[in-house]
């Protein structure tokens, strides 16, 4: 039984460094956006944004075929906290206390789905 726990853990980090993948796209795409009018910078991060989405998609596909479609998705919603953790790396935005709250909603119900599966 240890063995599948740790199995499913390790897919279970998989699937958040592949959503944490997809994240940092919205960080390329807010850097392009604010070239302010400089062409390269703007086509670096665009290109940059597409190429993590295009990888970000492959890596996708290999998630589906490991997890039930319905807890693959259900940890997506994590993408709003590695996003959160982003702003507040990159941009050095600030976090309220309803933005904790509403992070805390989404890892009790990411772990209450990825808890409350059976594996098959």
Request: charged share 15%; no cysteine.
């Given at each position: 039984m240890n063995g599948s726990l740790a199995g499913k853990i390790k897919n279970i980090i998989l699937l958040q460094a592949v959503i944490m993948i997809y994240t940092i796209s919205s960080v390329m795409s807010k850097e392009a956006s604010a070239s302010g009018g400089d062409l390269l910078r703007f086509l670096f991060f665009f290109g940059m944004e597409?190429?993590?989405?295009?990888?970000?998609?492959?890596?996708?596909?290999?998630?589906?075929?490991?997890?039930?479609?319905?807890?693959a998705y259900a940890n997506r919603s994590m993408a709003v906290v590695w996003s959160m953790v982003w702003a507040v790396l990159f941009f050095h935005d600030t976090i309220t206390l309803q933005n904790i709250a509403g992070v805390v909603l989404v890892m009790t119900g990411t772990l209450i789905i990825n808890t409350g599966t059976e594996e098959g």
């Open positions: 597409f190429a993590i989405l295009g990888v970000y998609a492959v890596l996708w596909q290999q998630m589906i075929k490991r997890f039930e479609l319905s807890v």
